[in-house]
C-alpha cells in the first residue's frame, strides 16, 4: 500500500466518522509516522508544542483503532496498515480507483429550527491524477486560467504558506487595477486545492446585498438548490461560521471595491453594505477550518484592525512583475529596443495589464518600438487606461483629490512639513489622507535618510496633468 493510499484511506475513516476531511497537520502526523519520522520534526513545521501533535496524532489512531477494530498506535501504524491491504480494506475502500464511498451527513440548512434537510453529500468524488480526492468547486464567477502565466512564484508561496502552513482565516489581497489579483488567486487554486472540500469564488461586481450572498454559500457548503433561511443577518451569519467549522472551505470574493464607497477616504463601505464588515470580522475573529480571500483596489479597514504577525488575518498588497518577469512578457510581445525596456517599466509598474495594453499600442502605431513611443511627449495613454484612472480618480474623497492635484505640480517628492504647509490641512486630516492614498496605491513613500517625503505615481501623475477629464 502506498501513503497515498493510506492517506485516501484514513481520510475516508475521519470523514465518515467526524463528517469532516484530515486538515494539514493531521496529513503530516500521517506522514511522518508513515516514513518512521518523530511528532518534534511535525511540531517543528507546524511552530505547535510537541504535545499538541501527540494530542492530535492520539485522536487520529483512535478514530482508526475503532475503524480496524484493533488498537492503532504510532509504532504499529505501518503495519497494521500493510496488513489490512492485504485482507479486507482494499475490497471495501477500492483502493487503486477514483470513487470512494463516503458516508452520509446531516446538514441543518435553518438555524431558526426549521426540520432538518436531510442532505446526501455526493457518494462519488472526483480524484486527481494522485488520487487525492479533490474539493467540490464552483468557480463559475472566476477568471479562466489562460495559457500564458508570467512567474508569481514567491507571491503564490507567500500566500500557500499563509493559507495551507498558517491556517489564515482572511486574506485581502489589493492592488491596483490590472495589477494581477484575480489571476493570482485563480493560479493558487490548483495548487493548495487538495488542502480543502469546497472552493467557491464569487465575484462582487454586482454588488449583492450581504443576505444574497450569505444565502448563496450556504446553500453551496450544504449542497442544497434551494434553503428557507430566516432573513436575520446574524443568523446566517452564525449558519455560515458553523459551516466553515464543519467543513475546510476556501472562500474568494473578488471585486470587492464595488461594495466600498466613492468619495470616501478608503475602506468605507457603500450605504447598506456596512454589514459586510460583520462577516469579515467574524471570519477573522471566530475560530474555524476555513480561508476567505479578499481582492480589492483597496482593503476594508477589519483587516487593518486584526493583522498583525501572528494573526489569521493577513493583508497583501500584490506589486507589479518583477523586472525579470517584465522583460520576458515585452519580448513575446515582440517588442523592440530593449535598452529602453527598464524605463517603460518602471513607468507602467510592471502592471501586467498596463504592459500587455502599452505593448498592443507600440506594436499596432509604431512597430513594436519603444524608443519611439518613448519619444513622443506627452507620452501617449490607451483610452482603456485613461478609463481605469478615472475610475480611479473618482473614487478619491475631495481631500486625496487635493493632495493629488498638489503633489502632481511638484517636480519631484515632498516631505510632509511641505505638504502641510502648502495645503494648509491640519496634521490629521494630511496623515489619514496619505495613508489612504497609499493603501490605494497612488502615491510613492520615499525614505531617503531620515527624510520622508511623498509623491503621485509616475503614471497616474502623468494622467492627472494630461488626461483628466474634468468633472
Ligand atoms: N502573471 C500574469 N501572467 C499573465 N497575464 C497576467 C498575469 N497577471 C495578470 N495578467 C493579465 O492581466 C490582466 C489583468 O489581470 P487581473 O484581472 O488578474 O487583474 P486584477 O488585479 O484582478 O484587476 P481588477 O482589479 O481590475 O480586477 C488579465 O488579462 C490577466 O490575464
Ligand atoms: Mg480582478
Request: net charge positive; aromatic share 8%.
Amino acid at each position: 500500500m502506498t501513503l497515498n493510499e493510506v492517506l485516501r484511506f484514513v481520510d475516508d475513516v475521519v470523514f465518515d466518522k467526524t463528517g469532516k476531511h484530515l486538515d494539514s497537520l493531521q496529513e503530516a502526523i500521517l506522514r511522518a509516522t508513515w516514513q518512521g519520522e518523530k511528532y518534534s520534526k511535525v511540531a517543528q513545521q507546524y511552530h505547535c508544542t510537541k504535545f499538541h501533535v501527540g494530542n492530535v496524532a492520539s485522536n487520529l489512531w483512535q478514530l482508526i483503532s475503532q475503524e480496524l477494530k484493533e488498537k492503532i498506535h504510532k509504532s504499529n501504524f505501518r503495519a497494521a496498515m500493510e496488513r489490512y491491504q492485504v485482507s479486507n480494506v482494499s475490497s471495501i475502500f477500492n483502493f487503486g480507483q477514483s470513487n470512494y464511498v463516503k458516508g452520509n451527513i446531516n446538514l441543518c440548512t435553518d438555524n431558526t429550527h426549521s426540520p432538518e434537510t436531510k442532505q446526501k453529500l455526493p457518494t462519488t468524488q472526483t480524484a486527481n491524477k494522485n488520487n487525492t480526492p479533490l474539493p467540490k468547486l464552483d468557480l463559475r464567477d472566476a477568471p479562466d486560467i489562460k495559457k500564458t502565466f508570467y512567474d508569481r512564484s514567491t507571491e503564490l508561496t507567500t500566500l500557500k504558506t499563509w493559507i495551507v502552513k498558517h491556517r489564515c482565516r482572511l486574506i485581502a489581497v489589493s492592488g491596483i487595477s490590472g495589477i494581477g489579483k484575480s489571476t493570482i488567486i485563480r493560479h493558487l487554486i490548483p495548487e493548495i486545492e487538495s488542502n480543502f472540500d469546497y472552493i467557491i469564488w464569487r465575484t462582487l461586481r454586482t454588488s449583492p446585498p450581504l443576505n444574497v450572498t450569505l444565502k448563496n454559500l450556504i446553500e453551496i457548503i450544504s449542497n442544497v438548490t434551494e434553503i428557507n433561511l430566516s432573513n436575520n443577518t446574524d443568523g446566517q451569519l452564525s449558519l455560515l461560521v458553523e459551516k466553515l467549522r464543519d467543513m475546510r472551505c476556501l472562500i474568494i470574493l473578488d471585486d470587492l471595491q464595488q461594495i466600498l464607497s466613492s468619495g470616501q477616504l478608503i475602506g468605507n463601505y457603500k450605504p447598506a453594505y456596512e454589514n459586510y464588515g460583520n462577516l469579515f470580522k467574524i471570519i477573522g475573529e471566530l475560530p474555524h477550518n476555513s480561508c476567505l480571500i479578499l481582492n480589492s483596489w483597496e482593503p476594508p479597514l477589519e483587516v487593518f484592525s486584526f493583522t498583525d504577525n501572528d494573526s489569521a488575518v493577513h493583508l497583501f498588497q500584490l506589486t507589479g512583475l518583477t523586472e525579470k518577469v517584465a522583460r520576458e512578457m515585452l519580448k513575446n510581445q515582440g517588442l523592440s529596443d530593449e535598452e529602453k525596456w527598464q524605463e517603460l517599466i518602471n513607468f507602467y509598474q510592471s502592471n501586467p495589464q498596463w504592459l500587455k495594453l502599452v505593448g498592443q499600442t507600440i506594436k499596432n502605431l509604431l512597430g513594436g518600438s519603444v524608443a519611439q513611443y518613448l519619444s513622443y511627449q506627452p507620452l501617449f495613454l490607451c483610452r482603456e487606461l485613461t478609463n481605469i484612472f478615472q475610475q480611479h480618480f473618482q473614487r478619491l474623497s475631495e481631500l486625496e483629490k487635493q493632495i493629488i492635484f498638489l503633489l502632481s505640480e511638484q517636480p519631484k517628492s515632498v516631505s510632509v512639513s511641505q505638504i502641510l504647509e502648502k495645503s494648509q490641512l491640519s496634521s490629521p486630516e494630511l496623515f489619514q489622507t496619505l495613508l489612504s492614498l497609499e493603501r490605494r496605491s497612488l502615491i510613492d513613500k520615499i525614505t531617503e535618510e531620515k527624510e520622508i517625503s511623498f509623491g503621485v505615481k509616475a503614471i497616474f501623475k502623468h494622467y492627472i496633468k494630461n488626461y483628466r477629464v474634468r468633472t
